[in-house]
């Protein structure tokens, strides 16, 4: 009985739909390097946890039983001085020119160790801020970069030029801390010297560890950088990104200050979108990118923190906490957009735990399922803040975790997508190829179920679905079904699928 509800239901979803099937395109667009996110500033904490509750977030994050993440940002301390808020002060492994603590960072360096071995493919080392003593404040805040004209007169003394800041100092210690753990086994493919350089995050006590590199500094960075790759032979092998400016806005209008000079050393401009760009600014800045610097690749390297609809709109740096299925599908949105309106390859998140739950797990058992005004939206997987006296090592997953995992098990480096053309559901829905299979991500923001109608450039057979809404998570529902030469989904209210096809005949 309810098979047969089932097939009349397909069978008039088919007849309704057939006439305005979208085309799935025969041409790849772009492929995709990798989907992320930051291992900033959690490990402090969960280093703490107890073991089995590590090696259950390192599985949840870097496994396809998880997250499945094909990217991970390792952060590289600064030694957190000034910086009042422990979790957000890094141990640096600088000791002084040449001479490194490989200790210093346990935290940090053992969920870099745990994404390397379970085959992370896009490893990122990045730094907020260089090690305090090499920073214009001798801080890990509230100061700058150090160039090297004007630490000293010009020419500057070739000792001196390795003892303090400049970019020749700087870009050492970097190329020194990839080198050892690359030695290790551990392949960091890029670095990142410069992670929102528009700031200092002063003022001290700070927040947060963070160097202010003014635009016309960023050359030196990205030169020393470059530099001390080269004399370890790893400058095709390790790429550098930058400059991780805070907003796309910021990117655009100061890369004529620095970026013409080493355009040739650097692998990727990445950006983070805390401006909240339109559809139509986040395009003109991707085809300004194109045409000013042909053949760079741009990425989002870091967002989070927004409130907002699951159609998109709202958005906007923001506090507050919300858990369920409304903020997981506004982030969904923006994925999207980065995929499929910019062409970007590469997507990360900021921070994939945060302690950010705006209540206390402990005193009120709906905590962490209900949105808050206190609490913040900066990870997929929350932690009880007062987790140190009250010993609750319990992990809260949120619905953006489990919408996240339908980018990370089918968005994977080296598949590509395709253009989705004929209907205005291609803005919610991505089309990704294999070699073997198409995988359809399919969103649906609005209060009613509705479905979408594909046809594709080649035989396919459907062979499985799995949603994402307020009342699944990743669960398994029914496949696709076929209409003549086209394919029906059903999209259930408020929800993300994503379909599985195989390249072939059924
Ligand atoms: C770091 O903190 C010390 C002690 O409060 C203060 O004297 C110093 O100015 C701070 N450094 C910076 C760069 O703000
Ligand atoms: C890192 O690269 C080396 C050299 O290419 C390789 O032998 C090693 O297996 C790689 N390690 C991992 C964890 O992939
Ligand atoms: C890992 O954590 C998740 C979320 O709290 C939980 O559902 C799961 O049972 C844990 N798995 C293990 C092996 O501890
Ligand atoms: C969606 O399809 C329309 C109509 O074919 C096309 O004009 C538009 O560029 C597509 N948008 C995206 C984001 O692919």
Redesign the pocket.
């Known amino acids: 009985m309810r098979l047969l509800q089932s097939l009349v239901a397909t069978a008039i979803l088919s007849f309704l739909h057939a006439a305005n099937a979208?085309t799935v395109s025969s041409t790849p667009a772009q492929t995709f390097l990798g989907v992320g996110g930051s291992g900033a500033w959690w490990p402090n904490d969960l280093y703490r946890f107890p073991e089995n509750v590590r090696q259950n977030v390192s599985d949840l994050l870097f496994t396809d039983a998880g997250l499945g993440l094909s990217s991970y940002r390792w952060n590289i301390g600064s030694g957190g001085v000034n910086v009042s808020n422990p979790t957000r002060a890094i141990g640096t492994v600088y000791v002084s020119p040449g001479v490194y603590d490989w200790s210093a960072d346990a935290q940090g360096t053992y969920f870099l160790r745990e994404a390397s071995k379970r085959g992370v493919p896009s490893l990122t080392a990045f730094a907020n801020s260089a090690p305090a003593q090499l920073t214009s404040g001798k801080a890990s805040c509230n100061g700058g970069f150090v160039s090297g004209r004007q630490a000293f007169s010009s020419p500057v003394p070739t000792k001196a030029k390795t003892m303090l800041g400049t970019g020749d100092a700087y870009g050492t210690f970097l190329a020194d801390v990839v080198a050892h753990y690359r030695g290790e086994g551990i392949n960091i493919s890029y670095i990142s010297p410069m992670n929102e350089p528009d700031s200092s995050f002063g003022p001290s006590p700070c927040n947060q560890e963070g160097m202010q590199v003014m635009p016309n500094q960023r050359a030196e960075v990205v030169r020393g950088l470059y530099n001390a790759l080269s004399a370890r032979g790893l400058q095709n092998t390790v790429g550098i990104l930058a400059d991780e400016s805070s907003s796309l806005g910021n990117a655009r209008n100061e890369y004529a200050s620095w970026l013409p000079q080493v355009i040739n050393q650097v692998a990727a401009l990445v950006h983070h979108t805390y401006d909240f760009p339109t559809d139509d600014s986040y395009a003109s800045f991707v085809s300004n990118v194109k045409s000013q610097y042909p053949g760079k690749v741009t990425w989002m390297s870091e967002v989070c923190c927004s409130l907002g609809n699951p159609d998109g709109s709202g958005r906007g740096w923001s506090g507050g906490y919300d858990p369920t299925i409304k903020n997981a599908l506004l982030w969904a949105t923006m994925v999207f957009q980065s995929f499929?309106?910019a062409n970007e390859p590469h997507y990360d998140f900021w921070t994939l735990l945060s302690n950010g739950l705006g209540c206390s797990p402990l005193n009120n058992p709906s905590c962490a399922t209900t949105a808050n005004s206190n609490g913040w939206n900066d990870g997929v997987i929350f932690y009880d803040s007062a987790y140190a006296t009250n010993k609750n090592y319990q992990l809260y997953v949120t619905k953006h975790f489990w919408t996240y995992k339908h980018f990370g098990n089918f968005v994977k480096p080296g598949s590509q997508r395709r253009?989705?053309?004929?209907?205005?559901a291609?803005?919610s829905t991505l089309a990704v190829s294999t070699a073997t299979n198409y995988y359809i991500i399919a969103m649906n923001p609005n209060t009613g179920d509705t479905s979408i109608t594909l046809t594709f450039p080649d035989s396919v057979c459907a062979t499985k679905a799995f949603r994402t809404s307020a009342s699944e998570d990743f669960a398994s529902v029914p496949i696709a079904v076929r209409s003549s030469s086209n394919w029906v989904m059903a999209l259930k209210a408020t929800s993300l699928t994503t379909f599985v096809f195989d390249r072939r005949a059924c």
């Open positions: 979208a499929n309106i253009a989705i053309t004929g209907s205005d291609n803005k």
